[in-house]
């Protein structure tokens, strides 16, 4: 014998299933809330995680990309700062600039991923790899390459793939780690 929805038997006796001596189970109310699923307090703090350790990691192919071909490693950070700043902005200036930008961005999408993750059953990492694909679409591509990027000259200077690497390697990251906080 199976068991239903609500302790229904599966049989031909469609009665209620319950212990003797108790009343059948009732559905709450419409009054009465449902219990969350620990509310939203575990997700903010499982995608400002995801988003701390992938904002600090996801840096590393643009950084590779640049030494490698003799750039300047720290001009995707100054690129960053001007989101904030104009380009004409002294360095300094726009390297702390770009800091609290990619800090408040990587939280912001880390935060966005453990949504996405909580809401699907799709694995972490290749949801994450698909969003990292995403915002390097909107942030390189809708974004700095636009009209309305027209004033964030020194994102649209860097070389795109290096940058998009980043991007990728931030969902992947920020994926895994996700996956390893359930």
């Known amino acids: 014998m199976q068991r239903g929805p609500f302790g ?6 469609r009665e209620k299933a319950h212990k003797a001596g108790e009343a059948p189970p009732m559905y709450p109310p ?15 703090r499982r995608g400002i995680a995801a988003g701390a350790v992938a904002g600090v990691l996801s840096g590393l192919p643009s950084t590779v990309h640049a030494l490698a071909t003799g750039r300047d490693p720290l001009a995707a950070a ?14 300094s200036a726009l390297l702390a600039a770009g800091g609290v930008a990619h800090v408040v ?12 993750v909580r809401r699907t059953s799709l694995p972490p990492v290749p949801l ?26 020194l994102i649209h200077d860097l070389p795109l793939a290096p940058q998009a690497a980043d991007h990728l390697a931030f969902g992947a990251i920020a994926g895994a780690v996700l996956a390893r906080r359930g």
Request: glycine letters at 14%; hydrophobic letters at 50%.
């Open 78 to 91: 100054r690129a960053a700062g001007n989101l904030l700043l104009p380009s004409d902005a002294s360095p």
């Open 30 to 44: 419409a009054a009465v809330p449902k219990p969350a699923r620990g509310g939203f307090a575990p997700v903010l």
């Open 128 to 153: 994450g790899v698909a969003a990292g694909a995403a915002i390097a679409a909107v942030d390189l591509g809708l974004v700095a390459r636009s009209r309305v990027g027209r004033r964030w000259t």
């Open 105 to 116: 961005l990587s939280l912001g999408w880390g935060t966005v991923l453990a949504v996405a």
């Open 8 to 13: 229904c038997l599966r049989t031909g006796n």
